[in-house]
T-cell receptor, first 112, second 111 residues
């Protein structure tokens, strides 16, 4: 099992550009989520999904869109990047609400 | 939803036990206590979790007080590789969106 994979590892964007952060898991987990982590802070939940076709907002959803067309993939879209979105983004998956979360290695995003 | 408070930082001598405290005084009956750690900007790694009883696995032990208002993560023989930020979180069993990661405790294991 590869676990949770994220691409790209690093990305530099200009303000106003769009991009998609990819996340995939091969553990057949129903639950997937996206977090962002700013320097010296904990993780904040952006969006999450409890299954294919079902998504919901977390703590800081503004500026981000998600979709879940398959169990394996959960991409995060930035439609118009802003410097405030400079952060490290982590994707996670879990089998159930009380099961452990498995995190990907992260994507480091810099918006100029 | 319960939130947690942890010390900002701690030091521990290599080979000694590291005891990391966590307060969760407003925890509800259906909330689990989870511990994760994050080594140098890698993705967080699960350590252990529990509801009421003490738990032990190959990585650590979790001691939860009888009133469940606090817990302690114990790394029995800390090594330099245990230097990391440790997060104590509580999770509502039926609500996935309520996971809150605070700033955690930065543990430094000293040679």
């Amino acid at each position: 099992n590869a676990g949770v994979t994220q691409t790209p590892k690093f990305q530099v964007l200009k303000t106003g550009q769009s991009m998609t952060l990819q996340c995939a898991q091969d553990m057949n987990h129903e639950y997937m989520s996206w977090y962002r982590q700013d320097p010296g802070m904990g993780l904040r939940l952006i969006h999450y999904s409890v299954g294919a076709g079902i998504t919901d907002q977390g703590e800081v959803p503004n500026g981000y869109n998600v979709s879940r067309s398959t169990t394996e993939d959960f991409p995060l879209r930035l439609l118009s990047a802003a410097p405030s979105q400079t952060s490290v983004y982590f994707c996670a998956s879990t089998k159930g609400t009380t099961e452990t979360q498995y995190f990907g290695p992260g994507t480091r995003l810099l918006v100029l | 939803d319960a939130k947690t408070t942890q010390p900002t930082s701690m030091d521990c001598a290599e080979g000694r036990a590291a005891n990391l405290p966590c307060n969760h005084s407003t925890i509800s009956g259906n909330e689990y206590v989870y511990w994760y750690r994050q080594i140098h900007s890698q993705g967080p790694q699960y350590i252990i979790h529990g509801l009421k009883n003490n738990e032990t696995n190959e990585m650590a032990s979790l001691i939860i007080t009888e009133d469940r208002k606090s817990s302690t993560l114990i790394l029995p023989h800390a090594t330099l590789r245990d230097t990391a930020v440790y997060y104590c979180i509580v999770r509502v069993s039926s609500s996935y969106d309520k996971v809150i990661f605070g700033p955690g405790t930065s543990l430094s294991v000293i040679p």
